[in-house]
Each structure stands twice: as C-alpha cells, then as structure tokens.
C-alpha cells in the first residue's frame, strides 16, 4: 500500500529527520519534543507494508523521523551461552557479517532482509523464512532496551522468568508507539556445518497442508517448510514446465530445507521426507529448493516493474488454526476475487504457507489484476474485503506484517475492547503526551 500511495498521489514527508548515536541522544528528543507537542516516528530500514512509517501529524505542532541508523553495533557476543546484543539499527545483513566473523548466525530472513533492521523486526515481531527452524524474531528475543518519553527500561534479566508479566512482550510487536528500541538481546546459533535442500510435489493444497501439519506436529525439524498454491506453483512453473528431472503439470511445490550437523541435518531430513512421501508428496530434488532460496528476496522489489506496466500488485497476509485453514483460505479468495471483479478487472489470487505451527499456520496472499481508476482506492476496497473476510473467520488480521495505520480498525475485534483499554493505559504510562508515532496500533 505505502508504494501504491508514493506512486499514485502525493506521500507525506516528516518536517524534519534526526539521527541519534545512544540512548541520551534519544531521551533528549522525546523530552523536547514532549514538552514542545512534536510527534516522533522511529525509523529503522523503512520496509513497512502497513503504513507503519507513515508520519502522521494529527493535532501535534510537528512531526519528526528518528532514524536509527547510526545505532549499529555489536555491543557484544557470549558464545558460551549463544547470546548477543544488537544495536537496533543494525540492518539484517550486516547482523549476520558481525555475527559470522565469529562463527554465528541469527538465522533471520524475512523478505524484508536487505534492508530491515534489528529495531523493526522486534518492534513489528517479525516472521523469517526460516522460522519452521528458528522461531518468529520474538523467540529470538532475550532483552531489550527501551528509551520512552517516561524514562528507559531495560528488561529481561534470564533465559526464563515467573517474575509478573513479562514486560518483553509490551514492546514486542509494540510498533514504535510505547518507546524507541535501541538495543536487542538475541539468541544466536553457530553456523550450520551442513545444509540439505529437497522440493515436493503435492497433487492439490489440501493434501500438502496436511503433509506439512504431520510434519509440524510430529516434529521432524526442517528449518524451512513452505508450499506454494496451484496459482502460486503454475506461476512458478509457467516458463519451463519443469522442475529439475521431474515433467510438473500442476499441483502444489513444498520447499523444505534442513540446517546443523552433518549427522543432525541427514536425520532430520530423513524423518520429515518419509513424512512427506506417506502423505502423497513426489520428491523433486534439490533444485527447486535451492532456486528459491537464489531468489527469495527479489519477489517484493518486482512490484515496481508490475505497476510501472499497469498491473496491480499487492500482498496480505494472516494465520489460523490448521482446522480452519481452508475455510480462511476460500474466504480471503472470494473476497479478493469479487472485490476487484467489481472494480471491472479480474484478479490471480496466489497463496503459500510459509510459518508452521503445532496448532496452525500462515496464509501469505499474493494479489495480481488490472489497474482500473484510482488504484489505491482500488485496492483499499479488497484489502478491506479480504480483511473483514480475515476477522469474520476468526483468523488473526496480521501474522508479521505488524498492525500500522492499515490494519488498525480491525484491532478492536482483534483484542476486544478491554484488551484496547489495556494498550491506551500502557500509552500513557510510559508516553502521557502521545507523541510516539500517533495513528498506528491503538484504535
């Protein structure tokens, strides 16, 4: 939606853009712009989807971008208890090179990668591409420290605690609106000695989401376990029609990948590849696998070249409990299809699974039609369908893409009105002038 709008129209700017190099730096601006009614917007890589960034000014003098860039360090590295601190505008690459010098990794990938940075990823809780192995970014999440207009925290003190709530989670997905992030604790892994590929066929998605919940749910351990569609497959086929030695017609096409030791990985893969034959998959090899890992990061920047050749292009993105996946999956569709149909174009609706859980899993939409009128308004119309369709099936309205300002009117069913009432009271403990990123989040 943010590169729809910067096309189509005119895009709002900051009035000004400051750079801070520490915490003191941080909690001079927010008392200043406290006392002075300035909005605040932390920035990190700029790759939000949903408006996230969006320098909304409201009723306030002012509205400021606090770019985190120049907060960029390794603060340091306990390889015996495979931890790390992360300056919050260390960016996805640039973890993994200062991790790597010394051996580690985070293991963090979403598309976003590139250009994403520490700070955003636990401030949106972030999903990677290899979080069937790893976890979500907010597992990852050891400690952080926090700068609000109220005063700094510093919180988590041990891998695991009974000591009240755990105030991580405040700040955990909390988009910039409690307080600026400026360190993260992680935890890290060595680098994997070994890494095996193998891609599946499935004759139709529902038999391939039930391979990957027996997969899921028994515990094989892949660190990527992914499936793509019949839509999503027969665009990735379209120009071959084949995948390695194997002839591909139709179906569905699994990604699966395994990281570690020699010995861990050969396992593992054994385990989840028996899995997946006993459930109707055809092993396509190591080369679809090994394509898709080439390009996994190139799929959101092809968006520039659609629009410029009049296409509309646009994602979206959930998750549910694997009982009701299909059903979400129908209603998404239908309500994608019609929405743009009513708009006087018909629309490709792709799908893929791409997080997996013991209980459910992501539905990741990918949405191509014709341009017709004012496309971002043409586009708010399916992305509301899709969305009432989301909350109407009792799905969560946003898996990883984090709430910002697109998806905030769907908080209230999301969280129930009480649950509202908890977020507002947080907003004015640690931020009574409601300068922190106004508009997003909290209905």
Same mark, same amino acid.
């Given at each position: ?59 306030? +003098? ?62 949106? @809780? ?8 790893? %976890? @979500? ?45 400026? @360190?993260?604790?992680l935890r890290v892994h060595p680098i994997p000695e070994s890494v095996r590929y193998e891609a599946w066929s499935f004759p139709d998605f529902a038999t391939g989401a039930t391979a990957l919940r027996a997969v899921t749910q ?58 997946? +034959? ?11 696998? @090994?394509?898709?890992?080439? %390009? ?40 994608l299809t019609s929405a743009l149909a009513e708009s006087g174009t018909p629309a490709l609706v792709m799908c893929h699974i791409s997080h997996v859980y013991p209980t459910g899993a992501s539905l990741y939409f990918t949405v ?56 507002? +009271? ?18």
């Amino acid at each position: 939606m943010d590169l729809l709008r910067r096309k189509q129209s005119h895009q709002d700017a900051p009035d000004a853009v400051l750079l801070p190099g520490n915490e003191d730096e941080i909690a001079t601006v927010l008392r200043y712009c406290s006392q002075h009614g300035i909005a605040v917007v932390p920035f990190g890589g700029g790759t939000s989807v949903v408006g996230g960034l969006d320098p909304i000014r409201g009723s306030f +003098a002012a509205v400021v971008s606090l770019d985190l860039r120049r907060l960029n360090a390794l603060h340091w590295l306990d390889q015996i208890s495979m931890e790390a601190e992360l300056g919050a505008g260390v960016t996805g690459p640039d973890a993994e090179r200062l991790l790597g010098e010394q051996g580690f990794s985070l293991g963090h990938f979403p598309q976003s990668f590139r250009f994403a940075t520490i700070g955003g990823f636990a401030a949106t @809780r972030s999903s990677g591409q290899d979080s069937a192995g790893y %976890g @979500r970014f907010n597992d990852m999440i050891r400690g952080l420290t926090v700068v609000t207009p109220a005063g700094v925290l510093d919180l988590g003190r041990a891998p695991e605690s009974a000591a009240g709530p755990d105030l991580r989670e405040l700040f955990t997905g909390s988009e910039g609106v409690f307080g600026v992030i400026t @360190r993260v604790r992680l935890r890290v892994h060595p680098i994997p000695e070994s890494v095996r590929y193998e891609a599946w066929s499935f004759p139709d998605f529902a038999t391939g989401a039930t391979a990957l919940r027996a997969v899921t749910q028994i515990g094989t351990g892949p660190t990527v376990l992914r499936l793509s569609d019949e839509a999503e497959t027969g665009v990735n086929l379209a120009t071959t029609g084949r995948i390695g030695e194997q002839s591909v017609t139709g179906g569905c096409l699994a990604i699966t990948l395994f990281e570690g030791s020699a010995a861990h990985t050969e396992s593992r893969h054994a385990e989840t590849r028996a899995v997946l +034959a006993a459930h109707g998959g055809t092993s396509l090899g190591e080369d679809p696998a @090994r394509a898709w890992e080439h %390009g996994r990061f190139d799929a959101p920047y092809l968006r520039d070249s659609l629009l410029a050749a009049g296409a509309l292009c646009e994602t979206l993105e959930t998750a549910t409990t694997w009982s009701n996946l299909a059903t979400l999956k129908s209603a998404v569709t239908e309500a994608l299809t019609s929405a743009l149909a009513e708009s006087g174009t018909p629309a490709l609706v792709m799908c893929h699974i791409s997080h997996v859980y013991p209980t459910g899993a992501s539905l990741y939409f990918t949405v191509v039609a014709g341009q017709r009128g004012d496309v971002t308004q043409q586009w708010m119309a399916a992305k509301v369908a899709a969305s009432e369709a989301i909350s109407r099936s009792g799905a969560t309205i946003t898996h990883h893409h984090a709430v910002g300002a697109d998806h905030r009117r769907w908080m209230t069913a999301e969280i129930g009105e009480l649950g509202v009432k908890v977020l507002q +009271a947080v907003k004015q403990a640690v931020d009574p002038a409601g300068i922190l990123n106004p508009g997003k989040l909290i209905p």
